[in-house]
């Protein structure tokens, strides 16, 4: 069972920032694409696309809300993701779900939450006005 292990929710003000990260399992890490989701307040049957990885790293793709705010990024040594989240809107607020899964092509993003087939569990981010 490969677990995914979000942290760095919280609550923020607007304009503010947060950094989330999503450490996943050890050998096969560097084989996975990585996506970030989440689901707002009232919608819990919807998991937005915010940004996906490849597992190169070299390839980035963030939905259009969240684009120059919003940087992901990984560090392999470290089976870790990131999404940096700056200039932070009371719309961003939501449960961010960190997703992976194994791919072969070093350049795959997938942007469809029913492509992944690994979760965390979720961690919360408010931004107040």
């Known amino acids: 069972q490969v677990r995914l292990v979000e942290s760095g929710g919280g609550l923020v003000q607007a304009g503010g920032s947060l950094r989330l990260s999503c450490e996943g399992p050890?050998?096969?890490?560097?084989?996975?694409?990585m996506g970030w989701f989440r689901q707002a307040p009232g919608k819990e049957k919807e998991q937005e696309f915010v940004?996906?990885?490849?597992?190169?790293?070299?390839?980035?793709h963030y939905v259009d809300s969240v684009k120059g705010r919003f940087t992901i990024s990984r560090d392999n040594a470290k089976n870790t993701m990131y999404l940096q989240m700056n200039s932070l809107k009371p719309e961003d607020t939501a449960v961010y779900y960190c997703?992976?899964?194994?791919?072969?092509?070093?350049?795959?993003?997938?942007?469809?939450?029913?492509?992944?087939?690994?979760w965390g569990q979720g961690t919360q981010v408010t931004v107040s006005s």
């Open positions: 050890g050998r096969t890490f560097s084989s996975y694409a």
């Open positions: 997703a992976g899964v194994f791919t072969a092509r070093p350049d795959n993003i997938l942007v469809h939450s029913m492509d992944y087939e690994y």
């Open positions: 940004a996906g990885i490849s597992w190169s790293g070299g390839y980035t």
